[in-house]
């Protein structure tokens, strides 16, 4: 069995989750609700306050998805209770971030303001000019705003310019000059 998919997921107070037959999971907490689409063929029981995952078969995509069902169910369930946050960190002489509104406005060196409009369930605070902060309860919705804020100017490897997570260390390369 999957070591991952065989760990029974804790629902903390104030979390409340169901199964559907069509394997749909509808979780409920403090911070919002979440649907949660599984392989049907999964069987998922609920008991005071514990919900473990089980699998029928034994076929490589049956215990490929008991281990995916798993991490996303205990993904949902931490994002209603407490949420996800990404930090990015803008480097960069005259590089700076703003927001107004919801939207953000980059300032990244091109000849164009950049603004980012946060899909639904997304907020996007800038604490400091040169500091984003991303929050939600859906963690790949999280992680994708961040990434696709990042991708406008990735870190260059040269003088280590851009756009990077909070704690991202970027290997600088030596430049001409290091050679001589």
């Keep these: 069995m ?27 907490g403090p911070k919002g609700a979440l649907k949660v689409q599984v392989d049907p063929s999964l069987d998922i029981n609920v008991d005071s306050g514990v919900m473990n995952i089980s699998r029928s078969g034994d076929s490589r995509t049956e215990r490929a998805q ?5 991490a996303l169910i205990a993904n949902a ?9 990404k930090n990015l960190e803008i480097h960069g002489v005259g590089f700076r971030c703003q927001v107004k509104g919801q939207n953000l406005e980059l300032s990244l060196g091109f000849s164009h ?12 605070a800038a604490p400091e000019p040169t500091r984003i902060t991303i929050t939600g309860i859906d963690k790949q919705a999280v ?15 040269y003088h280590g310019k851009g756009v990077r997570y909070a704690g991202e260390v ?4 030596p430049g001409k000059t290091a050679a001589r």
């Design 2 to 28: 999957s070591r991952v998919g065989r760990s029974p997921v804790t629902l903390p107070k104030g979390v409340e989750a169901t199964a559907g037959s069509d394997g749909v999971i509808d979780v409920k």
């Design 66 to 70: 008991h281990g995916l069902a798993r």
């Design 77 to 85: 369930v931490t994002g209603v209770s407490e949420g996800f946050v």
């Design 113 to 124: 303001t950049i603004v980012v409009e946060p899909p639904a369930g997304i907020t996007i």
């Design 143 to 157: 992680g994708q705003v961040a990434a696709n804020i990042r991708a406008f100017r990735p870190p260059d490897a």
């Design 170 to 173: 970027v290997r600088l390369k």
